[in-house]
């Protein structure tokens, strides 16, 4: 069974640094792209960043560009999020998702983590 | 950024009703689509992609239909374990963006 499992998440100041990070399972981690998604509480739900499967490939949504960083590690079969200047409007469960069922950037999200709780708050 | 709108934002059906949501896009999507279920505390899960494929081990009473600017999605047949939040998603280009997220409630 596929498995995406996220950790990381935490209390964090504003202005502050954390990194998630979501070691994956049971798929061929280094075939396909993967992605970042949040939800505020109460809220709906946000695409923040995709890699590509060899992580060549990178793309942010505007709201984090220039703050947040995506990378993979494709020999420990882990993405990670690397989150600087955090913003109280940051606080969401951030989710890590399996690009798929198709290998192509542009595709839908087949398997999701559990989520990982990032609030920011002094 | 392609905007996506569902409606209505919240269902209330009864057990055995068949119901529709209706998601739009601000511009033609094709076929780029999908709709997934959310539960309370829970992660989405992928029910639909190119807007009528069912994804594996979804029941077939979920269908999907629709290209273009408009796209339903019906459950034919509310069973007690379909109440949830359902959101569409367009994967035409990034951004890719979500619907507001329409929740089905207990009647």
């Known amino acids: 069974e596929v498995q995406l499992l996220e950790s990381g998440g935490g209390l964090v100041q504003p202005g502050g640094s954390l990194r998630l990070s979501c070691v994956v399972s049971e798929f061929t981690f280094s075939s396909y792209a993967m992605s970042w998604v949040r939800q505020a509480p109460g809220k709906g739900l946000e695409w923040v960043s995709s890699?590509?499967?060899?992580?060549?490939?990178?793309d942010y949504a505007d709201s984090v560009k220039g703050r947040f960083t995506v990378s993979r590690d494709n020999s420990k079969n882990t993405l990670y999020l690397q989150m600087n200047s955090l913003r109280a409007e940051d606080t969401a469960v951030y989710y890590c998702?399996?690009?798929?069922?198709?290998?192509?950037?542009?595709?839908?999200?087949?398997?999701w983590g559990q989520g990982t709780l990032v609030t920011v708050s002094s | 950024d392609i905007q996506m709108t569902q409606s209505p934002a919240t269902l209330s059906a009864s057990v055995g009703d068949r119901v529709t949501i209706t998601c739009r896009a601000s511009?033609?999507?094709?076929?780029?689509l999908a709709w997934y279920q959310q539960k309370l505390g829970k992660a989405p899960k992928l029910l639909m992609y190119?807007?009528?494929i069912l994804e594996s081990g979804v029941p077939s009473r979920f269908s999907g239909s629709g290209s273009g600017t408009e796209f339903t999605l019906t459950i034919s047949g509310l069973q007690p374990d379909d109440f949830a939040t359902y959101y569409c998603?367009?994967?035409?280009?990034?951004?890719?963006?979500f619907g507001q997220g329409t929740k089905v409630e207990i009647k």
């Open positions: 998603h367009q994967y035409i280009r990034y951004p890719g963006t």
């Open positions: 998702a399996k690009i798929g069922p198709r290998k192509q950037w542009l595709s839908p999200f087949d398997y």
């Open positions: 511009q033609s999507i094709r076929n780029c």
């Open positions: 890699v590509s499967d060899s992580g060549d490939r990178v």
């Open positions: 190119d807007a009528s």
